[in-house]
Structure formats: structure tokens, C-alpha cells
């Protein structure tokens, strides 16, 4: 049987929110630890892999934007940026950096917990939706031409070259691919992937589709891998041709 406890390091030079944050989600079954400095979280993150970063954007030493574009080459695991309610610019840097979801302050205890959790089922446990085969088992692997896609191993692969994705990529990436052939709407998209509804402005996932593109060999500007179907959603095209 598995106990681990995940272990959380909120980084948040906010002594006070950051130790009843800490009190809450310790209650909670988790394993917290703080750093209230930019440059020393960069440490701790790579050094010490934890489960899960909290990670403010604004901190002493460096930001938290810098934080998270120094740990992503290094470090997979999900990071939760916390941003000011009303600033979008913010929420789509983050997650340009490789921000796997944000919270906007003033934070509320239990939206917090609630978006750590889903993201700590996501990135612990193997990757939701298998594919059925014709024989009733369940797909684990996908291939597209040189794209690979194993959910089991949580891995992605370009002509032989591992491609790194953050955990809310592959999520995303795994998602589209299951459902190759098929337009998954914004707000499909949004609610199997962080369990709420979508309020129809966040832009988290067209962001990280503009990550993946290029990541899976796909043209930018031209993509004809994971396209926009516009109105509509994103459609993952099974085969390409030429």
C-alpha cells in the first residue's frame, strides 16, 4: 500500500500567509516546507524534487516568473503560481514559463487545496483516459507517425528524442491524442483537465497548446498536428499527410 505524503514547498516571502497556508495544508494530509527567497527556491526545487511548488510571483532575490523558466529544464512536477485577481499578463506568463495552473490572491484555503490536489492526482498517479482497444484492454501508447505517447510512463517522444513537457502539458498533449480525429472544445478541455468549470476567458489552454506545438514538431504558425478549429475547440489530426 502506498503512503507516501506528498511533499508541498510553498515559496512565499509573506511569513504569515505563508505559515497559515502551511497549517492548513498540513492539516490536510500534506507535507509542507517554505522559502521565502527567489534564488534559494531555485535550489530547493532542483535539489530537493518536491511533489509540489506553490510558488509567488512576487519574491525577493527573483521573481517567480524567473523561478519557474530556471527549474522547468530540471525540475517535472506541478507548479501552482499565485497572482494578483485581476492580472491576466501574469497568469499567461506563468504559464508560458511552464506554470502548470495558477490561484489569484487573496487566496482561499480551499480553492488552494482543492487545485493542489487535482494536480497531485494528475502528476502521482498514471494519466487518466486510457484509450479502449478493440479487444476491451486498454491503450497506453500512442503513435502518430515519429510521435510517440505512453501514458503509463508519462513520456513523449519525437523521432527517438524524448520531448520535455511538464506534467499540465502532457496532460493536455495525452488528452488531444486520445481523441485524435475528434474537436474537444475549450470547455471539455478545461474541465478534464482541472475539474472545474470553464468561465470562458481563462486562456491557460491555449497557451499551453501553443507550447506543445512546437515541442511535437508541429509549425506554430502553420500547425497541422493540433489544430485550431475555430468556434470550436482543438483537433488533434491523426495522420498527416506528406
Aim: glycine share 6%; net charge negative; hydrophobic share 40%.
Amino acid at each position: 500500500m502506498d503512503t507516501h505524503t506528498p511533499n508541498i514547498l510553498i515559496v512565499e516571502d509573506d511569513e504569515r500567509l505563508a505559515s497559515l497556508t502551511k497549517d492548513y495544508l498540513e492539516n490536510n494530509g500534506l507535507q509542507v516546507s517554505i522559502e521565502g527567497d527567489g534564488a534559494k527556491a531555485i535550489d530547493r526545487i532542483i535539489n530537493e524534487q518536491p511533489d509540489l511548488v506553490v510558488l509567488d510571483l512576487m519574491l525577493p532575490g527573483e521573481d517567480g516568473i524567473a523561478v519557474c523558466r530556471l527549474v522547468r529544464p530540471k525540475y517535472k512536477g506541478p507548479i501552482l503560481m499565485l497572482t494578483a485577481r485581476t492580472d491576466d499578463l501574469d497568469q499567461v506568463l506563468g504559464l508560458e514559463m511552464g506554470a502548470d495552473d495558477y490561484v489569484a490572491k487573496p487566496v482561499r484555503p480551499r480553492v488552494l487545496l482543492a487545485r493542489i490536489q487535482a494536480l497531485l492526482r494528475r502528476s502521482l498517479q498514471p494519466t487518466p483516459d486510457s484509450v479502449p482497444e478493440t479487444n476491451g484492454e486498454q491503450q497506453t501508447r500512442l503513435e502518430f507517425g515519429e510521435l510517440v505517447i505512453d501514458s503509463s510512463m508519462r513520456e513523449a517522444w519525437l523521432a527517438d528524442e524524448s520531448i520535455d513537457l511538464t506534467s499540465a502539458e502532457f496532460d493536455l498533449l495525452w488528452l488531444l491524442s486520445s481523441n485524435a480525429g475528434k474537436v474537444l472544445s475549450r470547455e471539455e478541455i478545461f474541465t478534464a483537465l482541472r475539474g472545474i468549470e470553464y468561465d470562458g476567458q481563462d486562456r491557460s489552454i491555449d497557451v499551453r497548446v501553443s507550447r506543445i506545438r512546437p515541442k511535437v514538431g508541429d509549425d506554430p504558425m502553420h500547425p497541422r498536428r493540433i489544430k485550431t478549429v475555430r468556434s470550436k475547440g482543438y483537433l488533434f489530426v491523426k495522420d498527416i499527410e506528406g
